[in-house]
């Protein structure tokens, strides 16, 4: 994930506050910057390992039993864990 990106997410979510009140403001900012950082980081981690699912699928014309059948599943901090639907190969991460 390059800086440029995630500055530009940051800059749209500054943009998306509201103006309304300077606490309500400042509260809003907050939750939003962490959502948005949350939302960068699941890209980051998932673009990767869904390019990996696709690979193994064309490969072996099925989808991987497990994300243990994929080569490189990086380990995810902590409190987050992999969701993988293996009749669809949809990859995603969500907090335990």
Do not use: H
Request: net charge positive; charged share 25%.
């Amino acid at each position: 994930m390059s800086i440029r990106f995630m500055a530009c997410i940051c800059l749209c979510a500054f943009l998306m506050v509201g103006c309304d009140d300077v606490n309500k403001t400042s509260t809003n900012y907050a939750k939003t910057m962490v959502k948005t950082l949350d939302t960068a980081k699941k890209i980051q981690y998932t673009s990767g390992v869904q390019q990996q699912v696709r690979m193994y699928q064309v490969e072996n014309n099925k989808w991987p039993n497990s994300l243990n059948d994929v080569k490189e599943v990086p380990q995810l901090p902590e409190g987050w864990e992999w969701k993988y639907d293996n009749k669809t190969g949809k990859v995603d991460i969500v907090k335990k």
